[in-house]
């Protein structure tokens, strides 16, 4: 039985789909599903907050969030060749708002606005993070064009571990916080070999490790206790109107739990930060035997909470004035 022929892939010069970069390419990258193409390529899960908008007497392209942490993430973008200007405004917005990601996304990078971002990432406080990424249109045929992201820059996290273990004076980690980073070693590889998107930029030699799940005000944790040897997964609802969001999902508590497949503990917390949603298991944390069945539970919870919890989130408010959300 004879194959169908395969396609060719036609490069579209951007100026061809987009005609300016303030009324074309600017409100095209700020629809959900394309800073979702964006939040894929970087590794950081965005949410929109504004195009456009003031920084000090200047105008950043997109304004997004972090939604792992709540952190400004700034997107300056332009679809010609990088130059001196735009370089200028990025180093101007990571300055005027302190603690910030900022992506520059362009046509093509040269090699000194390449650099320069490498220079950044490699002077530059652990929460301050530049990315660079190259935009492109291919088409196949007569099909629709379709976009791609090249990240040409990004923050080097394994070389500033290197040189701040080196130079830390607080000498090298201690039995167990060497045993958490060998964890995440270990799970960062089978994320990888299961296509998970639950990755990390460096293993940490903590407990626990967050991710975004759509929209600011919740993170999803993957943690590990080897004094109690246990682990488990939870999602955190946080920031104001917290406890109205938590009390709104858990109403629904046994449909959640259903399609979860699971039970979950529902822990409010009053007077603090943040509420829980949480599910925990026994293990043996020194049994590196073990480790496998213990990422293939980690990342199963992980996966079925943002299955579940994903929809859900995105149609509750941020915020709102209830009084215990004041006090705390």
């Known amino acids: 039985?004879?194959?169908?022929?395969?396609?060719?892939?036609k490069r579209i010069a951007l100026r061809e789909y987009w005609e300016r970069e303030d009324t074309g390419f600017t409100p095209w990258l700020a629809e959900e599903e394309n800073?979702?193409?964006?939040?894929?390529?970087?590794?950081?899960?965005?949410?929109?907050?504004?195009t456009e908008a003031s920084v000090g007497p200047f105008r950043a392209d997109v304004l997004c969030r972090d939604t792992a942490d709540g952190s400004l993430v700034l997107v300056e973008n332009q679809i010609e060749r990088t130059d001196h200007s735009h370089l200028g405004?990025?180093?101007?917005?990571?300055?005027?708002?302190?603690?910030?990601t900022v992506v520059w996304i362009a046509k093509?990078?040269?090699?000194?606005?390449?650099?320069?971002l490498d220079w950044l990432n490699e002077i530059s406080r652990d929460e301050i993070r530049f990315f660079g990424l190259e935009v492109e249109l291919w088409q196949i045929g007569d099909s629709v064009p379709a976009p791609k992201f090249n990240v040409v820059?990004?923050?080097n996290d394994w070389t500033r571990e290197v040189r701040e273990a080196a130079t830390s004076p607080r000498g090298p980690h201690t039995e167990t916080q060497q045993l958490y980073q060998d964890y995440?070693?270990?799970?960062?590889?089978?994320?990888?070999?299961?296509?998970?998107?639950?990755?990390?930029?460096?293993?940490?030699?903590?407990?626990?490790?967050?991710?975004?799940?759509?929209?600011?005000?919740?993170?999803?944790?993957?943690r590990i206790t080897a004094r109690?040897?246990?682990?488990?997964?939870?999602?955190?609802?946080?920031?104001?109107?917290?406890?109205?969001?938590?009390?709104a999902l858990q109403q629904d508590d046994a449909t959640i739990e259903r399609e979860l497949g699971f039970a979950v503990d529902w822990l409010p917390k009053p007077g603090r930060k943040e509420s829980q949603i949480s599910t925990a298991c026994k293990t043996t944390?020194?049994?590196?035997?073990?480790?496998?069945?213990?990422?293939?539970?980690?990342?199963?919870?992980?996966?079925?909470?943002?299955?579940?919890?994903?929809?859900?989130?995105?149609?509750?408010?941020v915020t709102d004035t209830t009084s215990e959300d004041a006090q705390s």
């Open 35 to 50: 800073v979702a193409l964006l939040s894929e390529a970087i590794g950081l899960e965005l949410e929109v907050q504004a």
């Open 153 to 155: 820059a990004k923050p």
């Open 108 to 116: 093509r990078f040269t090699e000194e606005h390449r650099a320069a």
């Open 89 to 100: 405004q990025v180093m101007t917005y990571a300055a005027g708002l302190g603690a910030v």
């Open 184 to 222: 995440w070693r270990s799970f960062v590889a089978f994320n990888e070999e299961r296509g998970s998107r639950f990755r990390m930029t460096t293993p940490t030699a903590g407990s626990w490790w967050g991710w975004g799940i759509g929209k600011t005000g919740y993170m999803l944790v993957a």
């Open 1 to 9: 039985m004879s194959k169908p022929p395969l396609g060719r892939l």
């Open 285 to 317: 944390l020194q049994d590196r035997s073990a480790w496998p069945d213990l990422h293939r539970w980690m990342v199963e919870r992980l996966e079925g909470f943002d299955r579940v919890f994903r929809p859900r989130v995105r149609v509750l408010p």
């Open 228 to 247: 109690s040897d246990e682990a488990g997964v939870f999602l955190a609802v946080k920031g104001p109107g917290g406890s109205a969001r938590f009390d």
